[in-house]
């Protein structure tokens, strides 16, 4: 399984950008997909995941309502579209494949991008 982050870049505050993770080597509607960051401290947190059809959502608290994650299994890909950015979400954005469901081991990573969010 190879996972490809993308959509990255410098925005000011209050912006948006769009992440997209493409997938490849695996049924992709079949597989749990998360968003994660990385802290100043370089542990990688969660921020939100997707089942594999799509129907179940999950969020970090703090990220609800800014952020929206999607996934397109025609295009093997999942979104993050992150709204009223700010300068605390400068960060690397991975992308990730569960084991199975949310909980789960996350058994393949991307290489992730990098926001930067500017005031």
């Known amino acids: 399984v190879q996972l490809q982050a993308s959509g990255g870049g410098l925005v000011q505050a209050g912006g948006s950008l769009r992440l997209s993770c493409a997938a490849s080597g695996r049924t992709f509607s079949w597989q749990t997909m998360g968003w994660f960051h990385q802290t100043s401290r370089q542990a990688r947190e969660f921020l939100a995941a997707i089942s594999g059809s799509g129907g179940n959502t999950y969020y970090a608290a703090s990220m609800k309502g800014r952020f929206t994650i999607s996934r397109d299994n025609a295009e093997n890909t999942m979104y993050l579209q992150m709204n009223s950015l700010k300068p605390d979400d400068t960060s690397v954005y991975f992308c990730?494949?569960?084991?199975?469901?949310?909980?789960?081991?996350?058994?393949?990573w991307g290489q992730g991008t990098l926001v930067t969010v500017s005031s």
């Open positions: 990730a494949q569960y084991l199975s469901g949310v909980g789960t081991k996350l058994e393949y």
